[in-house]
């Protein structure tokens, strides 16, 4: 368009043709006010109008919502007699409906003698813009011819409203399809969470386009089913249709949850190779991943070659440090974005507070709860408060953390309880764990992690009788212990281990390398964390459960699968147990080998037989 404007500049007196193709041009590059402004040059200069200017000109006004600027171009359509064309009398309608005035549309609609089947769908899918759907419906079926476009608004509207048994109807009755009607009732099935339905009716599909891809694609990762998210992503790769920048952020967080680093690394290198857009959205998200994936000096490279920062990417950033621990860099880069204008929201003190707790700097989080409330005038919310507790938990002043729940101003949320409840363990305090658990059982009667937490505590203590007596009662509520699943990549295949899991095709291997493991760190010190087992389970028993863990069956793969000296990294669904977090550390010395391991918490990175975390976690 800078191109198109220096040449029409130039011209001493454009005729309307000029006029009407910069009009366009903008209203097609969206740039409406623009196309606004050439029009009222274009009137400043007593050029007169014609039938091709209108339509493009309230197209513009539809976007920008400037209903007052329509009802003007209406007198003015009026005033120069082209009011009784069509096209004109479509696109008035058009432009009603998408400033919210229905009436108004319907008022012309009404008074139109011959109508064709544009206008009949651009009033129908008006309502639908509007959400009259009762209206739209009604149109629908008073509406003497269709073409693929009616059926597919009212598809559209049904898989909109959650009404997916009956969009399946409208789908099935129509006459022809086109790749849109398709795509919609995908949306549909993707919509409620439907994947077995989106991928059958998907594998249906003569034609798919990139966004029939990219709404399966999405449907898998929303439903947290990353590894077939992701074959779908390599089935893509090799299909006709080449992924956009929607694809790369849709399949990227599928690479984050499953700490798929070598794949994500691809996915950049994709995306660099094909020069897909690399805006805010595209850089959001690689910062996320290679977070999640342990690469933190990928996720800091990202960030600084980003040309366009905004909150969310500061938040991102932030947020990543602080589930690494690094909270120094963390509180850098918000003075960066304070530096750089930026207003801080509730999210980036989330991520500072984290931060802080992650390396117990009590007074630093104090500072920052107090600087989001007196500084920038944010309410801390149940999140906020969340932290402080997890913050003065994990340092030890349990009866501050406690006091504080007390005093929240809204109803403490289950997972505000269950931080002072994991402080508790890692401090031994028996007394308050059960007033907390207490309180987390009403909240959360089906909640496994409460019970399981309560019962280590206790067996940590020595009453393994109550331990007993909770395990028994998890079992007569029909309560379901989640099991622990760690994944890791190998060659670009992710791998998922569970507790004691022998589905692997390298099941033989990996627990003979386990045990040689278990034997040689034993050699060197290791004594089996036994201390939150149950009594009722002998010394054998106890050891192999703690052995079986996903975790350790997930290194085990790791050292028979990769050269020496190449780092492993595991992403795990729950927190990293005392015991395998001293099993990790000696790996790492004995084995040479640098690990990284990603559990609900925050990352441990160990090397040479310490961790990042210090041991606080």
């Known amino acids: 368009?800078?191109?198109?404007?220096?040449?029409?500049?130039?011209?001493?007196?454009?005729?309307?043709?000029?006029?009407?193709?910069?009009?366009?041009?903008?209203?097609?590059?969206?740039?409406?006010?623009?196309?606004?402004?050439?029009?009222?040059?274009?009137?400043?200069?007593?050029?007169?109008?014609?039938?091709?200017?209108?339509?493009?000109?309230?197209?513009?006004?539809?976007?920008?919502?400037?209903?007052?600027?329509?009802?003007?171009?209406?007198?003015?359509?009026?005033?120069?007699?082209?009011?009784?064309?069509?096209?004109?009398?479509?696109?008035?309608?058009?432009?009603?409906?998408?400033?919210?005035?229905?009436?108004?549309?319907?008022?012309?609609?009404?008074?139109?003698?011959?109508?064709?089947?544009?206008?009949?769908?651009?009033?129908?899918?008006?309502?639908?813009?509007?959400?009259?759907?009762?209206?739209?419906?009604?149109?629908?079926?008073?509406?003497?011819?269709?073409?693929?476009?009616?059926?597919?608004?009212?598809?559209?509207?049904?898989?909109?409203?959650?009404?997916?048994?009956?969009?399946?109807?409208?789908?099935?009755?129509?006459?022809?399809?086109?790749?849109?009607?398709?795509?919609?009732?995908?949306?549909?099935?993707?919509?409620?969470?439907?994947?077995?339905?989106?991928?059958?009716?998907?594998?249906?599909?003569?034609?798919?386009?990139?966004?029939?891809?990219?709404?399966?694609?999405?449907?898998?990762?929303?439903?947290?089913?990353?590894?077939?998210?992701?074959?779908?992503?390599?089935?893509?790769?090799v299909s006709d249709v080449k992924p956009n920048e929607v694809t790369v952020v849709s399949v990227i967080p599928a690479c984050a949850h499953l700490g798929a680093l070598e794949l994500g690394k691809w996915i950049h290198g994709y995306i660099n190779r094909n020069h897909i857009k690399m805006d805010v959205y595209v850089n959001t998200s690689l910062i996320d991943m290679y977070g999640k994936c342990g690469s933190v000096e990928e996720a800091i490279g990202v960030f600084d070659n980003a040309k366009v920062k905004d909150t969310f990417l500061f938040n991102t950033m932030i947020e990543v440090l602080a589930m690494h621990g690094i909270a120094e860099v963390a509180f850098r880069i918000f003075m960066c974005m304070r530096r750089e204008g930026l207003k801080p929201n509730e999210v980036t003190f989330i991520g500072l507070l984290k931060a802080c707790s992650h390396v117990g700097m009590v007074d630093t989080g104090l500072k920052y709860f107090e600087m989001m409330r007196e500084e920038f005038g944010l309410t801390p919310k149940v999140e906020h408060f969340g932290c402080m507790v997890d913050l003065l938990g994990r340092a030890g002043h349990l009866q501050e953390a406690y006091e504080l729940i007390t005093k929240m101003p809204m109803e403490p949320h289950p997972v505000v309880w269950g931080s002072l409840l994991g402080a508790c363990k890692i401090h031994g305090n028996v007394e308050l764990a059960e007033e907390v658990a207490l309180r987390l059982v009403e909240l959360e009667p089906q909640s496994c992690g409460n019970y399981v937490l309560l019962s280590n505590i206790y067996s940590k203590a020595g009453r393994f009788n109550e331990a007993v007596q909770l395990r028994k009662m998890m079992k007569e509520k029909g309560v379901k212990k989640q099991p622990g699943c760690s994944s890791i990549e190998v060659n670009h295949v992710v791998s998922e281990f569970f507790a004691g899991d022998r589905a692997h095709p390298k099941c033989k291997e990996i627990y003979e390398q386990l045990e040689k493991m278990v034997k040689r760190l034993k050699a060197e010190g290791y004594e089996p964390c036994i201390s939150s087992s149950l009594h009722d389970m002998d010394m054998n028993e106890k050891e192999q459960t703690l052995v079986h863990h996903s975790e350790k069956l997930a290194v085990a793969f790791g050292l028979i699968s990769t050269e020496n000296r190449t780092p492993i990294r595991i992403a795990k669904n729950l927190r990293v147990c005392d015991d395998c977090h001293i099993f990790m550390k000696m790996v790492s010395k004995y084995y040479d080998r640098q690990m990284v391991i990603r559990d609900c918490s925050r990352f441990h990175h160990f090397s040479n037989g310490s961790c990042s975390c210090s041991d606080y976690w």
């Open 1 to 237: 368009m800078n191109y198109a404007t220096d040449i029409f500049s130039n011209i001493r007196e454009p005729k309307l043709f000029f006029y009407n193709a910069m009009i366009k041009g903008y209203s097609q590059n969206g740039h409406h006010y623009k196309a606004l402004q050439m029009y009222s040059l274009m009137r400043s200069r007593s050029v007169s109008c014609d039938s091709f200017t209108f339509p493009v000109v309230l197209r513009s006004v539809s976007s920008l919502n400037e209903i007052q600027t329509g009802k003007e171009l209406h007198g003015v359509v009026m005033k120069m007699g082209l009011y009784s064309k069509l096209i004109l009398q479509t696109a008035l309608i058009d432009m009603y409906c998408s400033c919210g005035s229905t009436d108004s549309a319907r008022f012309i609609f009404d008074r139109i003698l011959e109508r064709d089947v544009i206008c009949w769908n651009t009033m129908i899918a008006g309502y639908v813009k509007c959400g009259e759907f009762i209206k739209a419906r009604g149109l629908f079926d008073r509406s003497p011819s269709r073409n693929v476009s009616s059926w597919n608004t009212l598809v559209d509207m049904y898989c909109k409203t959650g009404d997916i048994e009956i969009a399946r109807q409208f789908f099935d009755e129509m006459p022809e399809k086109d790749i849109i009607t398709w795509n919609a009732m995908l949306s549909g099935y993707a919509k409620i969470g439907e994947c077995e339905s989106a991928r059958k009716l998907f594998d249906q599909m003569v034609k798919r386009n990139v966004v029939s891809w990219n709404v399966l694609i999405t449907c898998y990762v929303h439903n947290r089913r990353f590894l077939e998210a992701l074959d779908l992503f390599r089935m893509m790769q």
